[in-house]
């Protein structure tokens, strides 16, 4: 028999920004100023766009822990990350794609400093695979994954749990909620599928496999639905997640495979606040220690490093190859 992966390979693609740079900063401040209303917490607050240089420790755990991606594609606005210190390895496979690139057609809608309007688009990039893994650049592979961890065949392996979120769908309070905004998120990515808020599939902060196929369909048959996702410049509350939406659509298809396994890890904002540093060591402590967690995802590097100053050295350790 034939292997799927050698015929049909499979890309990586991460999203970055450098927020601290001078020219984005200030054009996101212009831009947060022409609104006539406050935008959400989670759509303003500083960790989305600060660079502590996790895309150079998501690049090297794909190049230990997943050699077999065939291509690595960063899509920035028009900063590129300082890449120079990557291995030759890296350096044949990684890609640099722009916004302007991926946003041909809707260039109304740049600058977008919104990571839901951008993942929306990840799919029109040029010479991407039919079959994608999607990382935030908070993402690591701290273990072998191989490419039946993502994909079986062309079913994506989807990573989380089924969930009841209909105490959110109308509490008007919670929606202010940080914490909470990627609960509605899914809950919004659910409906278009016709799931309700009483069950749909909650994905962890993992790798995202996503189809090209499927989210070219989806805007095809959602045009405007996608074209409202991509048109806030920040994080609004009516938005979708769109790997929600293409994890819920392939559910409908019967095209996906659920991993009931207990390989990743989330780390996520303020989790180690007010807390011993020991818990919080206990939380990390099986990463190196086994093989069983291949992700982990840590939302805030500097938070963490605060409560951890060595934390550097042991995530090397946990990704590596340094």
Known sequence: ????????????????VNGGDDSHRIKRQHYIKLLDK???????????????????????????????????????DNITPDLSSLSDFLQNKVHITYHHEIFVGFEDMLPTFNSLAIESMLWRIEGLAERFIYFNDDVFLTAPLAPQDVFIGQKPVLRGEWADYSNLEHDIAQQDNPAKFNHYMQI?????????????????????????????????DHPKALRANISYRFRDLRQFLPQGLHNHASICNAQVV???DN?????????????????????????????????????????????????????RKAIGGF
Not at 188 to 213: D, E, K, T, Y
Not at 278 to 303: A, G
């Open 263 to 315: 390989d990743h890890l989330h780390i996520h904002s303020g989790q180690g606040n007010g807390r011993p540093a020991e818990e919080v060591w206990s939380l990390l402590y099986p990463v190196t220690k086994t093989t069983d967690i291949k992700m982990l995802c840590i939302n805030d590097l500097p938070q963490l490093k605060i409560l951890i100053p060595d934390l550097d050295t042991w995530l």
């Open 1 to 16: 028999m034939v292997d799927i992966n050698i015929i049909e390979p499979i890309d990586a693609v991460i999203t970055w």
């Open 38 to 76: 406050p935008l959400h917490e989670n759509a303003v607050n500083p960790h989305r766009w600060i660079c502590n240089d996790e895309i150079l420790y998501c690049l090297k755990s794909i190049e230990n822990h997943a050699p077999w991606t065939r291509k690595i594609w960063i899509v920035v």
């Open 258 to 260: 659920f991993n009931k």
């Open 188 to 220: 919004n990515a659910a409906r278009m599928m016709g799931f309700s808020a009483s069950r749909l599939f909650n994905a962890a902060h993992v790798v995202h496999p996503f189809l090209r196929s499927r989210m070219e369909q989806l805007f095809a």
